[in-house]
């Protein structure tokens, strides 16, 4: 009977053991499950990150490709605006090198304006003195028109009369 009574206790204790260790299985396989699944999301956000990466990548490329083609055009419809402008420039500058042409200018101021050319030619002798002095000033009194009328009597010097016709002369 002593055999019946040990064995009990080392039946529990094996049990108790049993359950320990089946619960630290469970532990451990807990464990692994967490860990396998906390690697999964992270894997996971790794991958939706670099998928992202390559996203902004993309449409970064993508925009500046469409901004040099856009830029392209622009080049293209500058340069054929340049090709037709220089076009005009040579089509205007010949016209004016036309229009400078002494023989037209002589004959439309003929046929247009009947003008005939000149049968006496006259030159005008202009002192040495006076060619080098240039124009006379203009008075600064006759620029402000404040006294015109006495600048024309002086002009005439046989009509130097007293003129009643002064309206300054009058009122004093």
Do not use: F
């Not at 630290?24 to 991958?47: D, F, H, N, V, Y």
């Amino acid at each position: 009977m002593m055999k019946q009574s040990i064995r009990k206790p080392r039946i529990t204790k094996t049990r108790e053991n049993n359950n320990l260790s089946r619960g630290s299985e469970r532990l451990k396989a807990a464990r692994a499950s967490l860990t396998m699944r906390a690697s999964r999301i992270r894997l996971a956000w790794r991958l939706i990150l670099v998928a992202g990466l390559i996203c902004l990548a993309a449409i970064v490329w993508l925009s500046q490709t469409s901004y040099l083609v856009g830029l392209g055009y622009d080049i293209e419809k500058m340069e054929k605006k340049k090709v037709t402008l220089e076009r005009q420039s040579t089509q205007l500058q010949a016209q004016i090198a036309q229009y400078e042409d002494l023989k037209r200018v002589e004959d439309e101021a003929r046929t247009k304006l009947g003008m005939i050319p000149a049968k006496k030619v006259v030159y005008v002798k202009v002192p040495a003195n006076q060619a080098e002095r240039g124009p006379e000033p203009i008075n600064s009194t006759s620029a402000q028109g404040n006294d015109w009328w006495r600048d024309l009597l002086e002009m005439l010097p046989q009509l130097q009369k007293p003129v009643a016709a002064d309206p300054n002369q009058a009122r004093k």
